[in-house]
């Protein structure tokens, strides 16, 4: 069943504003990837992160992952219009993907 | 490279009838999956192939059945499909298992009345 817990569902924020996402896991997690689906569209990679207490970054984009392997975070630093779509966070356990429920952020310009 | 492709990328389905969905990847991944997204569900694993020749359940395999013809192919077949199907199919793949970054494809939008 489902693995990783992602919240908060829904985010509006205003262009310019910071947004998060959190994934969550009772378990430790063995590596956590993340997603962005555009409305329509289909899921693209934008990272994956292995290692306790790694954090990475792509432009304005900040991805931890935490000490204990149980939750992760995606920060977005001044949101834009083209950020607008649907992020999820993916645990990968050996053969299969488990996807979080998603976090659907609409940006307001 | 054409990536992952699906087709359709639309069907409408009567209750009872049956279909198959085709993937191809020319990336020469070794794994394809196939997933269902329902609004508010997020993507939910209904049959992967770790391998060409192996086959194995997800999450939520009850009523699908696939193949792996070759490499480059994973279909998912829908024997006689149910209402409870109606959602948008994605097929992806990657390099080897769960290590990698998956690439999907377009999704098929069933509809099944």
């Known amino acids: 069943g489902q693995q990783v817990m992602q919240i908060p569902q829904y985010q509006h924020v205003q262009e310019g504003e910071d947004f998060t996402t959190y994934c969550n896991s009772s378990?430790?997690?063995?590596?956590i990837q993340w997603y962005k689906q555009r409305p329509g569209g289909h899921p693209v990679f934008l990272i994956q992160?292995?290692?306790?207490?790694e954090v990475k970054k792509q432009k304005r984009l900040t991805f931890q992952f935490g000490e204990a392997k149980k939750n992760s975070s995606l920060h977005i630093t001044a949101t834009q219009t083209t950020d607008v779509g649907t992020y999820f966070c993916?645990?990968?356990?050996?053969?299969?993907?488990?996807f979080g429920s998603g976090t659907k952020l609409n940006v307001k310009p | 490279n054409a990536g992952v492709t699906q087709t359709p990328k639309f069907q409408v389905l009567k209750t009872g009838q049956s279909m198959t969905l085709q993937c191809a990847q020319d990336?020469?991944?070794?794994?394809m999956y196939w997933y269902r997204q329902d609004p508010g569900m997020g993507l939910r694993l209904i049959y992967y192939?770790?391998?060409?020749?192996?086959?194995d359940k997800g999450e939520v395999p009850n009523g699908y059945n696939v193949s792996r013809l070759n490499k480059r192919e994973f279909s998912l077949r829908l024997e006689s499909a149910a209402p409870s199907q109606t959602s948008v199919y994605f097929c992806?793949?990657?390099?080897?298992?769960?290590?990698?970054?998956?690439?999907f494809g377009p999704g098929t939008r069933l509809t099944v009345t």
């Open positions: 993916a645990e990968t356990p050996v053969n299969k993907f488990y």
């Open positions: 378990t430790t997690l063995s590596n």
């Open positions: 992160l292995v290692k306790s207490g």
């Open positions: 990336m020469n991944h070794n794994s």
């Open positions: 192939s770790a391998s060409e020749g192996t086959t």
């Open positions: 992806a793949s990657n390099l080897n298992r769960g290590a990698y970054e998956q690439y």
